[in-house]
């Protein structure tokens, strides 16, 4: 499989930009449909957004669509949650995640489709 780890980060006030980077390594990031997931303090975890191998398509949970952007460069072996207009309620902690697939126009919005966690990274987000 593959190994995921995120990076990015850290406090920021509300209003604020941070880009988050998920660095793959071990397989051939462009096999993959990746995401990612985040968990706050006290709540279950839910999706984020999602990205096809292709990465000419992307899908957005509502609470983050029009603020996030999430991309891929598969040269790079890196996908990139660019997250804007932060607002108190996007602090969680952030999990970059990717499935092996055949199909480079799909991706998946929910954790049991995903067989590949990175270890997260923690965003908060004061008001």
């Known amino acids: 499989q593959v190994q995921l780890v995120e990076s990015g980060g850290r406090t920021v006030q509300a209003g604020g930009s941070l880009r988050l980077s998920c660095v793959a390594s071990?397989?051939?990031?462009?096999?993959?449909?990746v995401g990612w997931f985040r968990r706050a303090p006290g709540e279950e975890r839910e999706f984020v957004a999602a990205i096809a191998r292709a990465g000419d398509s992307a899908f957005y949970a509502e609470s983050v669509k029009g603020r996030f952007i999430l991309s891929r460069d598969n040269a790079k072996m890196t996908v990139y949650l660019q997250m804007n207009s932060l607002e108190p309620e996007d602090t969680a902690v952030y999990y970059c995640?990717?499935?092996?697939?055949?199909?480079?126009?799909?991706?998946?919005?929910?954790?049991?489709?995903?067989?590949?966690w990175g270890q997260g990274t923690q965003v908060t987000v004061s008001s």
């Open positions: 071990g397989a051939t990031l462009s096999s993959f449909a």
């Open positions: 995640v990717g499935r092996l697939v055949r199909h480079t126009q799909i991706f998946y919005n929910t954790e049991k489709q995903y067989d590949n």
